[in-house]
């Protein structure tokens, strides 16, 4: 499962070996001022939809690339029985790959707050 740092000035997302296969890209940083909304949900692989370039295991993960035909463009590394967030970005300020980030992470309450905490103090 994925592993997300939170700096002064980004968001940084760590894959595993497993899900960079899938991803095909080394940590992302993402610039805490291109983070327009955060979201803690209960089952993240509802989230993701759309064509893809990744890994569907019906029910069980998602790891790759959503919405490449209508949109949104998500980066997704979502599990079944995890939590987890919907970053929804500035897709022009986080480097013009992603509209959103849909990811599985165990403390994610905590990272909601703490990104919504320096999210506000950047603006």
């Known amino acids: 499962m994925a592993l997300m740092n939170i700096s002064d000035t980004g968001l940084t997302i760590e894959f595993t070996g497993r899900e960079r296969i899938w991803i095909r890209r080394d940590p992302l ?3 805490l001022t291109a983070v327009r909304r955060v979201t803690v949900l209960d089952h993240p692989l509802r989230a993701a939809h759309g064509a893809r370039k990744g890994l569907h295991a019906s029910g069980v993960a998602k790891i790759g690339t959503w ?4 949109g949104p463009r998500q980066l997704v590394a979502a599990y079944r029985d995890r939590p987890g967030l919907r970053v929804e970005l500035d897709r022009a300020a986080a ?5 959103e980030l849909v990811l599985s992470l165990d403390d994610a309450q905590m990272l909601a707050r703490l990104i919504e905490q320096r999210v506000g ?3």
Do not use: K, N, Q
């Open 29 to 31: 940083t993402v610039p």
């Open 67 to 70: 919405g490449l035909i209508t």
């Open 95 to 99: 480097g013009g790959d992603f509209d």
């Open 121 to 123: 103090s950047t603006r």
